[in-house]
């Protein structure tokens, strides 16, 4: 047996509204066995004074590309898999430095990073993967040259195989998607909409047909899993929606009718903002387009109001973050631009126990007996400063994962 003790700890459990002072936690084989006001105590466990400090859960971003290396996209064409993966180790192991304990790749991340992680051989987030992104020719996955004028796609030779992956017709979704849930895919994706990064759709383009997008989500079920998708203006949400998507990706320019559409679907969306606002501050430098520049400006402009139309309408709101390349640096910068019109709480139940249900972990998220200990403790009360979570070099004082204690710089008694 392996057991810890967390005493005089400010917990905020992930559901409640604030952090209760004065409380004792005690894990035991990787899980939270006891959250109790009275003294606990165990010959055989370590025991940390938390000395007031917040302990809260790790933090979950359900939106990431762990191999998305650069962020021009073109740029990863000539680069092996292999070493694109000794890139994205250190980009992996910054994220559970950060505190993010899980994370959702929605494109590129495949089984065989998340087992590296979950057997130790890569120091990482605990990872939910879905393969490659799926999408329609000339669609938002689609970046081949316009002097490509091949039809009938080798699936298997797309230059981003990895990170999307070009298919059509029914039939032919419900094999891929068939045969990434064999592999073990937590999730599927597919991009309902144009997008921001793509050289070659407008934004407000809807994607795939319903009955298309509803195959991808017949066969999830089948297997338990859902769906996600990219999409950004209302008609390309309200469609993915009719078509029995779980989550929408973005949702920058959805208006109020569709927002209470998704409230009502007792769907999900998760904004992304912090990947436009800083893109945008330095993506002509780093070569995006002019017109690519454009999109993302649109989307830019859009995002904050479209937080304050989901809250309204009762939308389920996650957390994620969407950096590519070298723009992985602001993954915490999420928080403060949220907590423009957000209350830091609501952010916080966002990145913990709604991202847990995103990622149908509800064990997960939430400090309680029975749910997996993963635990980070910080200096401070980020339910009145949510700026707090963004320097953890400074504020972050203990991460644990998995009832392992990663990184901490408290003595235990």
């Keep these: 047996m392996t057991a810890t003790i967390f005493t005089n700890a400010s917990?905020?459990?992930?559901?409640?509204?604030?952090?209760?002072?004065?409380?004792?936690?005690?894990?035991?084989?990787?899980?939270?066995?006891?959250?109790?006001?009275?003294?606990?105590?165990?010959?055989e466990a370590v025991t940390y004074d938390v000395g007031g400090r917040t302990l809260l859960p790790g933090l979950i971003d359900a939106h990431a590309h762990v191999f998305a290396i650069n962020l021009?996209?073109?740029?990863?064409?000539?680069?092996?898999?292999?070493?694109?993966?000794?890139?994205?180790?250190?980009?992996?192991?910054?994220?559970?430095?950060?505190?993010?304990?899980?994370?959702?790749?929605?494109?590129?991340?495949?089984?065989?990073?998340?087992?590296?992680?979950?057997?130790?051989?890569?120091?990482?987030?605990?990872?939910?993967?879905?393969?490659?992104?799926?999408?329609?020719?000339?669609?938002?996955?689609?970046?081949?040259?316009?002097?490509?004028?091949?039809?009938?796609?080798?699936?298997?030779?797309?230059?981003?195989?990895?990170?999307?992956?070009?298919?059509?017709?029914?039939?032919?979704?419900?094999?891929?998607?068939?045969?990434?849930?064999?592999?073990?895919?937590?999730?599927?994706?597919?991009?309902?909409?144009?997008?921001?990064?793509?050289?070659?759709?407008?934004i407000e383009a809807t994607q795939f047909t319903e009955g298309e997008i509803r195959a991808?989500?017949?066969?999830?079920?089948?297997?338990?899993?859902?769906?996600?998708?990219?999409?950004?203006?209302?008609?390309?949400?309200?469609?993915?929606?009719?078509?029995?998507?779980?989550?929408?990706?973005?949702?920058?320019?959805?208006?109020?009718?569709?927002?209470?559409?998704?409230?009502?679907?007792?769907?999900?969306?998760?904004?992304?903002?912090?990947?436009?606002?800083?893109t945008a501050q330095h993506g002509e430098r780093l070569g995006l387009s002019e017109y690519v520049m454009q999109k993302l400006n649109m989307v830019n402009d859009a995002g904050i109001a479209m937080l304050g139309l989901c809250e309204d309408a009762g939308v389920k709101l996650g957390f994620g973050t969407d950096l590519m390349g070298e723009m992985e640096f602001a993954q915490l910068q999420e928080f403060t631009i949220r907590g423009r019109v957000q209350r830091p709480v609501d952010i916080l139940k966002s990145a913990t126990s709604v991202n847990a249900e995103i990622v149908q972990r509800p064990d997960l998220g939430v400090i309680s007996p029975g749910a997996i200990a993963d635990v980070i403790i910080v200096d401070g009360d980020p339910l009145k400063d949510i700026s707090i979570l963004t320097e953890p070099e400074k504020n972050l004082r203990l991460i644990m994962k998995d009832g392992q204690v990663y990184k901490t710089d408290l003595t235990p008694n």
């Design 11 to 43: 917990v905020f459990d992930g559901l409640g509204d604030e952090a209760v002072p004065g409380m004792n936690v005690l894990v035991v084989d990787g899980r939270i066995e006891a959250v109790s006001e009275q003294p606990i105590t165990s010959s």
């Design 72 to 202: 021009v996209e073109e740029h990863n064409r000539e680069i092996p898999l292999t070493e694109m993966t000794a890139q994205a180790v250190p980009r992996i192991r910054k994220m559970l430095d950060r505190g993010f304990t899980s994370v959702r790749d929605v494109a590129g991340g495949d089984v065989g990073i998340r087992r590296a992680i979950a057997q130790g051989y890569i120091p990482g987030p605990r990872l939910f993967v879905g393969g490659p992104a799926l999408s329609q020719i000339g669609g938002h996955g689609d970046h081949r040259s316009t002097t490509d004028e091949r039809l009938n796609i080798d699936i298997n030779a797309s230059a981003f195989n990895f990170i999307c992956r070009i298919v059509e017709g029914e039939a032919n979704l419900r094999s891929v998607v068939r045969n990434e849930l064999r592999k073990g895919a937590d999730h599927i994706k597919v991009l309902a909409s144009g997008g921001v990064g793509s050289p070659n759709d407008a």
């Design 216 to 278: 991808v989500v017949e066969e999830a079920r089948i297997r338990g899993k859902y769906v996600c998708a990219h999409a950004y203006e209302s008609a390309a949400i309200a469609h993915s929606i009719r078509a029995g998507v779980r989550c929408i990706e973005h949702g920058n320019l959805i208006n109020s009718e569709v927002a209470a559409m998704v409230a009502g679907a007792g769907a999900y969306i998760v904004p992304t903002l912090v990947a436009y606002e800083v």
